[in-house]
């Protein structure tokens, strides 16, 4: 038997339980991972409270991973048994001792890699690639605002625009993560709580404003963003944490300046084997120079998933939280 957390509802952290489990035996195309770390993300949260339907109830949770081939389905040739791995998509269930997913969705970990900073970054640093290097492609130069800059996103994005040469701006809550973000390479900060955004934009630019708004918090901070970009410039919104965009008249993108906005995500980019290999290898890369490094601020065990959530929801975390099965 294998333990893994499950909801059979949506709704708070209250919902997720331990339960005991049989572990699947991988099909064709599909392999097992013996978890040794698992990552904790937002999107997470997004399932549990039904913003993001899940596939059917009960389901597991978290689809961000690393740790060691322990079975092998037929017809997998890239992988084998007692390979390190990691992955950052799939089937909902990573928040478990053992998770059956498609091979194609898993990587094999370079040696300098550990299993805690591969379940910390995977999903997070993919999210990072495709957002400063496909989205957008940043040659440098670039004056753009990453909100939540002091988060896991948010710190190594800091750090990755750094290396680029482009100027970031990231908003933060506090003192404390402003300090943060500009130890990880942010060219200025702006705290939410005590400043206006848009007026610091403004300042910081001479009114040129930015040529990109990374935006992952979504409704509360929709006109903000749109406000902080130069005209033709590029609103891209990944991510809902104060809740879903709805609602928009897409007439304001004229009206504020020929605007251009998009809604990605990582399914999305990585979405052929070619694609992740290459997404990969890129981010690999940036750990592997040293400009990228990842924080792990925060360690739970898998059994207090729900706190951590509750932790991550409420903004108490900074850089990466992992769960240890």
Not at 14 to 36: D, I
Not at 100 to 118: C, N, Q, R, S, W
Not at 256 to 282: H, I, W
Request: hydrophobic share 40%; charged share 20%; glycine share 12%.
């Amino acid at each position: 038997m294998s333990q893994r957390i499950e909801f059979a509802e949506t709704g708070g952290a209250e919902v997720l339980q331990m339960v005991e489990v049989s572990p699947k035996a991988p099909g064709p195309g599909e392999v097992r991972v013996c978890n040794k770390a698992v990552g904790l993300n937002f999107i997470d949260i997004y399932f549990r409270t039904g913003l993001y339907p899940a596939p059917s109830l009960p389901s597991g949770l978290g689809t961000e991973g690393a740790g060691v081939v322990e079975a092998v389905g037929e017809g997998v040739t890239h992988l084998k048994e007692g390979d390190r791995v990691a992955y950052a998509q799939g089937p909902l269930g990573a928040y478990a001792e053992q998770h059956t997913l498609p091979a194609d969705k898993v990587v094999i970990l370079p040696d300098g890699v550990d299993f805690e900073t591969a379940a910390a970054s995977m999903l997070k640093g993919l999210t990072v690639q495709y957002l400063l290097r496909q989205t957008y492609p940043l040659k440098g130069g670039e004056t753009i605002l990453f909100h939540a800059a002091a988060g896991g996103v948010g710190s190594i994005a800091c750090q990755w625009a750094r290396a680029l040469g482009v100027k970031l701006i990231g908003t933060v809550s506090t003192a404390e993560k402003a300090a943060l973000a500009e130890k990880n390479g942010a060219w200025a900060t702006i705290n939410y709580s005590t400043e206006d955004v848009v007026e610091r934009v403004r300042e910081l630019t001479d009114g040129a404003m930015c040529d990109v708004v990374y935006d992952s918090i979504g409704k509360d901070t929709w006109e903000t963003s749109l406000d902080c970009l130069k005209p033709r410039g590029l609103m891209v919104s990944f991510g809902n944490a104060s809740g879903p965009v709805e609602g928009v008249n897409i007439g304001i993108l004229n009206q504020k300046g020929a605007l251009f906005v998009t809604r990605p995500s990582l399914n999305g980019y990585a979405d052929t084997r070619e694609r992740l290999e290459m997404m990969c290898e890129d981010f690999f890369a940036m750990l592997d120079s040293g400009q990228v490094s990842i924080d792990i601020a925060q360690h739970y065990p898998l059994s207090e998933a729900g706190k951590a959530q509750e932790a991550l929801q409420s903004r108490q975390t900074t850089g990466s939280t992992i769960l240890l099965p």
